[in-house]
């Protein structure tokens, strides 16, 4: 019996183990990993165990970064809310004195940054057309056009199918704010920027390219890093956050599959293609 118990308890020393461990991580220890030793069943059983595991902390990590981030858009949006109201009142009595002295165009541009500032610090719904979002770069455009000698333009090339589809608010007007920012306002010149927007397939595909200085392929690298978490991007111009913005929320919106990519070339262009999945459907 003892010669029984000893081969008995050498042959399930592993399941052994297993089982206490099991005990652990249903005392809320998720750090645990399983020495594995073998290629038998115990083995694999183990093998899956900490495979198990390790899908859980991941899971939970995601939804730690999805809740900080959600929670950090509410505390914005609540923020900008606060002012709201007076800004508003605030750009009504300068667009009446413009008015009064018969500045039109000074009139005119308030008017225009009071739909930017209603369409930013409305957050009622997290999502919009693209078809908004495009209006909303164009009224942009207008105001960034009063700071420059020269002039930007802005050329549309989207079918009816992608102005239908729903995407999170601000979602473009980073991008080509981006693109003013760090490839158009160097070159200090008339120049325009492309928007062009296709189904493919069950995606939609928004591509929006500059004639700018471009960026080197260790740029480009570089920016890829940024998006992805591997180089850390704080608050500033010219860090890649805004993308980085952009690139998460379409992730936690749509899926990993989704979100932009870059191409670039020294001295010609940049291009970033935002990817979405189809939700509207229609003809194209």
């Given amino acids: 019996i ?3 118990n000893a081969v008995v308890k050498k042959l399930l020393k592993q399941l052994y183990l297993i089982l206490g461990h099991m005990r652990e991580v249903g005392k809320g220890d998720l750090s645990i990993v399983i020495d594995v030793k073998g290629q038998d069943e115990m083995g694999e059983l183990g093998h899956q165990f900490n495979r198990m595991l390790y899908k859980i902390r991941r899971l939970m990590e995601e939804n730690i970064q999805r809740e900080l981030i959600a929670k950090n858009s509410e505390i914005k949006a609540l923020q900008n809310q606060i002012n709201a109201h007076f800004i508003y009142n605030v750009l009504e009595s300068i667009k009446m004195m413009a008015e009064i002295n018969e500045e039109y165009e000074i009139s005119d541009s308030v008017t225009i940054l009071g739909k930017l500032l209603r369409y930013s610090m409305k957050w009622n719904s997290k999502t919009v057309t693209v078809r908004e979002e495009i209006e909303y770069i164009k009224n942009y455009l207008v105001l960034i056009n009063l700071r420059f000698d020269y002039e930007i333009y802005l050329s549309t090339k989207i079918s ?15 991008i ?4 003013i920012n760090h490839g158009v306002e160097q070159l200090a010149k008339d120049t325009t920027i492309y928007i062009k927007g296709f189904a493919n397939k069950q995606d939609c595909i928004i591509e929006i390219t500059d004639a700018g200085k471009g960026m080197t392929k260790e740029e480009v690298n ?10 850390e991007v704080s608050g500033g111009s010219g860090n890649g956050i805004g993308l980085k913005n952009v690139h998460d929320r379409i992730k936690m919106s749509f899926g990993k599959e989704y979100g932009i990519e870059i191409f670039s070339k020294v001295g010609c262009y940049t291009k970033i293609q935002v990817r979405i999945p189809l939700t509207v459907k229609g003809e194209d």
Avoid at 176 to 179: D, F, K, P, Q
């Fill in 222 to 231: 570089n920016l890829y890093r940024k998006l992805e978490g591997e180089i």
């Fill in 2 to 4: 003892a010669i029984i």
């Fill in 160 to 174: 009816d199918l992608v102005l239908e589809q729903h995407i999170p608010k601000m979602s473009l007007q980073p």
């Fill in 176 to 179: 080509v704010e981006n693109a």
